[in-house]
């Protein structure tokens, strides 16, 4: 599709909330409307607004001044196309939206969002819907991108936290315990704890063992440090539990039959609540095993929430232009990748289903043992 043809393109916003999406949005309706003079729809919570129709036309007038506002003056939601609630009742909904894609005579859409968005993109691509996708995640584990919209924020967010910290666990000659977001993956606990001097990091890449993370806490005592700050990302496991994780993943991936699936994936919800509140099982653990008090800062949804950085306004301006440039050179079915200081598209199909984790020869892993970080191995 060459640029003469694009009049009009949708956008939305889906998933989690993340810093720096209404400065995306920006991005995108201001090339757009600006540069080359097409018109643009929003649609409002995700994919959910695009099932059911809920719309507005944007225009300049809603693009100021949203730059350094958090979240999305969209809207979000995790609804999968695929599997949507509507009125009680799951269905899928991706007939509805292709229909109004085209009732809108939209020649584009473009959606900001990580993992699961991107999956959604996948599947609408797939039906012809013209897509092109921005990555957005405060956990940074969208693949083949050097960084997602959020990320930057939260990492501040969290190391500020992290920093505040110290002058309590000091203090009260405690172990002081942040739980900080990365269900699968370690990168802003890693960076993090990293860039606010934590003595103790615990990330969903490396299986902890209790008693190790107890000896480099105990060698602190003995050299008369008597405090330590942990942080740990809520999906951390330990070398136990994450045996068992890996035992049920196994046994879904080599299931056949309906009753197999079913059992497999009971036992992943029944190991999944049990895991529900285990930081703080981490610290009466360390309470027992160095004598000290433990206290749990939970971070939660403050990683996400207040002004965007400079860095992912700078981010989502980048590849909210290039996604523009890019529609308008005839791109489809591709994620707008940030590589160094430019960007790169890169196929969806590469993207949906996969996760960017955290590798064990990555320098921060190396530079965080090399300053006697103890890793939980």
Known sequence: MSAKQIKRIGILTAGGDSPGLNAAIRAVGKAAIGERGWEIIGFRDGYLGLAQDSFIALGKEHLSGILTVGGTVLGTSRDKVHRMMIDGVERDMTKAIVRNYRRHRLDALVCIGGGGTQKNAMRLAELGVRIVTLPKTIDNDVPLTDATIGFDT???????????????????????????????????????????????????????????????????????????????????????????????????????????????????????????????????????????????????????????SFGDRLLATRLGTACVDLLAKGAESIMVAARGHGVQPVPIESVAGRLKLVPMDHPWIASARSVGTCMGD
């Open 154 to 308: 939260a990492l501040g967010i969290a190391t500020e936290a992290v920093d505040r910290l110290h002058s309590t666990a000091h203090s009260h000659h405690r172990i002081i315990i942040a739980e900080i977001m990365g269900h699968k993956a370690g990168w802003l606990t890693l960076g993090a704890g990293i860039s606010g001097g934590a003595d103790v990091i615990l990330i969903p890449e490396i299986p902890y063992d209790i008693e190790k993370i107890a000896a480099a806490i105990r060698r602190r005592s003995k050299l008369d440090t008597k405090f330590s700050i942990v942080a740990v990302a809520e999906g951390a496991k330990s070398q136990e539990d994450a045996a068992a994780f890996e035992a049920a993943e196994r046994r879904r991936a080599k299931a056949r039959t309906v009753e197999d699936k079913g059992f497999a994936r009971l036992r992943l919800s029944e190991l999944e609540t049990e895991h529900a509140g285990n930081t703080l099982r981490v610290a009466k653990q360390l309470e027992g095993l160095t004598g000290l008090e433990a206290r749990v800062t939970i971070l939660g949804y403050v990683q996400r929430g207040g002004t965007p």
